[in-house]
């Protein structure tokens, strides 16, 4: 409207240089100064008008079209023509945006929990309007910033602050249904997976807290490991001793049965290097003389 104003102020200065011309002498001529000013003036108002009536909505936008304040419709992305004075365009982005937060609640257990989280989300775009009509261009302040932090609060008061770490992705998940829910009444659309949970943080209380409870379970890990090694020392060294006591049963009864020479004679031709010497032994009663060779046919 700018154009417009400059050419109505033109179009006037015609009239005053009209009526200067009569007043000057006669060698001083304003009238061609006159019509020129007039027919400037007359183009620059056209132009204004044509300008104010055309609008362009970029891309990625819809413009909320009002009359008077009051909504009117909404425009598509590119050349629009309006009635200039009375209708207003409302440029509206709808192409997917991203907020962060973050939020910070009570978990089940009343452990304070800091989360930080991203969202990504969309406008409508054939529910421009209404959004315009029920919130206004601030939505973001409005609705998207309380709805982060409520979803938030909400969902972490059904977990405790350990179920928060070991099940961050259904915490993620419903999080998001929640935040989704609560958006789609005013028109705005969460993309799919669109939220991300970059962090818990929780008080430094507890965050020892759980230091200390890993350190106790590495330790008791420690500590059942120990045991069932000693358990399984115990067992071997009871089959070893089982086996022993077996061993020393089959000798006792190949003793019995075989004869005491012919079992110590097996005994000692394991040991055997391959030579075949023979015993002798003396004593008060006299002497006698163990041949080996015969014990081995024996045994055979």
Known sequence: ????????IAFIVSFLLKGLDGQTKDSVNLRPAAWTSRIVGVLMMVGGILMASVVIIPTGYAGVLL???????????GINFVMPGVNTVIPIEVRTQKDEATATAASRDLQVVTTNLALNYRLETESVGKLYQQVGAEYRTRIIAPTLQESVKVV???????????????????????????LSIYFIKVEPGGLSITNFDFSPEFNKAIEAKQVAQQETEKQKYLLQRAELEKQTEVARAEGKAQANKLTAQSLKEMGG????????????????????????????????????????
């Open 156 to 182: 972490t008061a059904r977990y405790t602050a350990e179920d928060l770490i070991r099940n961050r992705a259904q915490v993620k998940s419903e999080v998001e249904a929640e935040i989704g829910r609560r």
């Open 261 to 300: 020479g012919l079992v110590i004679a097996r005994e000692w031709i394991e040991k055997w290097d391959g030579k075949l010497p023979s015993v002798s032994a003396g004593g008060s009663g006299g002497q006698f003389i163990v041949d080996l060779s015969s014990l081995m046919k024996q045994g055979q």
């Open 1 to 8: 409207m700018g154009l417009f104003v400059l050419g109505l």
């Open 67 to 77: 009359r008077f304040g009051a909504l009117q419709g909404q425009l598509a992305e």
